[in-house]
């Protein structure tokens, strides 16, 4: 069976290495981004900071695992970050794309709407031209009535006579 050229090709998968849904990937990133940017996270890091800071510094339960300069703090930001960056890169990518063929769709659906727009202006312009050639219901009122004026004089005219 000849392959479409409009779908894409499966990738190979090779023994040993685990099969990556890159769509599964790509949702999980746009949910992980859409998080990250809520009132929500913020409260539950400030939170998570707050009593990290006060266990490490006051000695809570007799826990110090990270002092003052709290570098074990630091680098579950920088871990946080290094993450968060690409993800939300990732989020931003899917995005654009799906961007990309909605602007797409409306291309294609504004010239259709120009075509059909098109089609009946010539339709209109050819019954306009139809129309003149047609003796319309007020100008076929407007004889009879002429008509009908002209035969009341001429038998008027002839009484007279």
Known sequence: MAE????????????????????????????????????????????FIIVWITINVIGLF???????????L????????????????LAQNRQDDRDRVLAE??????????????YLAREMAALRLALSEVATRDFVRGELRNLLEELEEQRATAEED
């Not at 007799?62 to 074990?72: A, K, R, T």
């Not at 630091?74 to 890169?89: M, R």
């Not at 659906?109 to 727009?117: G, I, Q």
């Open 105 to 118: 769709q409306d291309r294609q659906r504004a010239e259709r709407n120009l075509a059909d727009t098109e």
């Open 62 to 72: 007799g826990l110090h695992w990270d002092p003052y300069p709290f570098i074990l």
């Open 4 to 47: 479409r050229l409009d779908t894409p090709k499966e990738n190979r998968r090779v023994i040993g290495r685990p099969h990556i849904d890159q769509d599964a990937i790509g949702k999980g990133a746009e949910a992980f981004a859409r998080f990250m940017g809520t009132g929500t996270f913020l409260l539950y890091m400030t939170v």
């Open 74 to 89: 630091n680098l579950c930001f920088s871990v946080q970050a290094s993450y968060a960056a690409p993800l939300i890169l």
